[in-house]
């Protein structure tokens, strides 16, 4: 298949906006790579540059070494899956999937059999005979994938192929989408907002905010060690809580004048930063505070008391709401449970998967003994 480098790639409008900054990114064979933020943040710009959509304002792009930024669309051997399905409404499924083959003039053989093997990939077989405007929004989708499939080039690229699907639908194309790169083993670079689908579907993800990249790597790695406050609270549901507090010198931190005892591996991070009696964010999972005790922590060094201000009921799963420090915090109980609104409860914390991240910066710290595990991560998930 197929290779990408992209280096210090940039790109700004004629107007002066600049909605890509210094992006780089090492893209391996059969890489399923997802490019996820919020809207605005230059993920498709970035995927359109990649393209050739748009001009590359510096930087360089690679595509098995060979540098492309002068390169036409065409030339550069990608297929691409739009959001907006772009088939062509006068035509039938087969003449939507078979028009890149035409139009390259291959044989009317070779053309039938990778239409039909598409087809049947996708479960179109019956279909070939419809025009898109007879079709369901999933078929639709379908038979946009199934076009680049057609086409068996070196890279696909994907801008929020699922966003117009309802909610169903969108798990199930999902999963299709999931097997199928596991079949072709296609180089893909996908564009979505929803960072289930990113976390679900990547194999390296690439978070960015405004232009910028704020991390990469798998979507475990990026899940348990977020770089920054923006990572954390982007990828999770319900996102990470951020609680403002201060670590004692005698290993205890304090929210809402509550004493909490620091875990040792994370008070290690407190030592080395230099940042006892010192403000900074304490970063914790929903997952990580247990209410009540459900999993049956006993040690009150790591509970404090609170009242439920909300609660959601979501079938496998409970959100339980407490204001700490004048801050809305999410608990996220692996039980159906019917709380009562204002009650009293206790609270537990897990801070041996908890973080800290400079107040100003908002960068999560690190000891040599994380940064160590990290890169273990890194390694075992390259191999």
Request: charged share 30%; proline share 3%; aromatic share 8%.
């Amino acid at each position: 298949m197929a290779t990408l480098k992209l280096k210090d790639i940039n790109k700004i409008y004629p107007n002066g906006y600049q909605a890509v900054y210094d992006f780089n990114l090492d893209i391996e064979d059969k890489d399923f790579i997802v490019l996820v933020g919020p809207s605005g943040c230059g993920k498709s710009t970035t995927l359109r540059m990649i393209a050739g959509l748009e001009n590359i304002s510096s930087g360089e792009l690679y595509i098995d070494d060979e540098l492309v930024n002068e390169k036409d669309p065409k030339d550069r051997d990608i297929s691409m899956v739009f959001q907006s399905y772009a088939l062509y409404p006068h035509m039938t499924v087969f003449d939507n999937l078979s028009y890149g083959l035409k139009i390259k003039k291959a044989p009317i053989r070779e053309i039938e059999e990778k239409v039909v093997k598409a087809a049947k990939s996708l479960d179109l077989l019956d279909l070939l005979d419809r025009k898109p405007a007879e079709l369901s929004g999933g078929q639709r989708q379908r038979v946009a994938l199934g076009r680049a499939m057609v086409k068996e080039a070196r890279v696909f690229l994907m801008d929020e192929p699922l966003s117009n699907l309802d909610a169903k639908l969108r798990v199930q194309t999902r999963g299709e989408l999931i097997k199928l790169h596991e079949e072709l083993g296609n180089t893909t670079v996908y564009v979505t907002h929803d960072q289930v689908e990113a976390m679900t579907m990547a194999t390296k993800m690439v978070v960015m905010s405004n232009g910028y990249v704020e991390q990469i790597g798998s979507p475990e790695i990026i899940y348990n060690y977020p770089n920054n406050v923006f990572v954390g609270a982007f990828i999770g549901t319900p996102p990470m809580n951020f609680i403002n507090t201060v670590v004692s010198k005698d290993g205890y931190l304090t929210i809402d004048g509550s004493k909490i005892k620091v875990d040792e591996n994370k008070l290690d991070i407190i030592k080395e930063n230099d940042l006892f009696d010192k403000p900074v964010i304490l970063g914790v999972r929903p997952e990580d505070i247990h209410v009540d005790n459900i999993r049956g922590e006993s040690d009150e060094e790591v509970a404090m008391n609170s009242k439920v201000v909300f609660y959601e009921i979501l079938g496998a799963d409970t959100n339980v709401f407490f204001n700490l420090e004048g801050k809305e915090v999410i608990s996220k109980v692996e039980d159906t449970r019917d709380f009562t609104i204002g009650s009293d409860v206790k609270i537990c914390f897990d801070l041996s998967k908890a973080h800290f991240f400079d107040v100003e910066t908002t960068n999560r710290y690190t000891s040599k003994k994380e940064d160590k595990a990290l890169a273990d991560l890194i390694s075992i998930s390259r191999k």
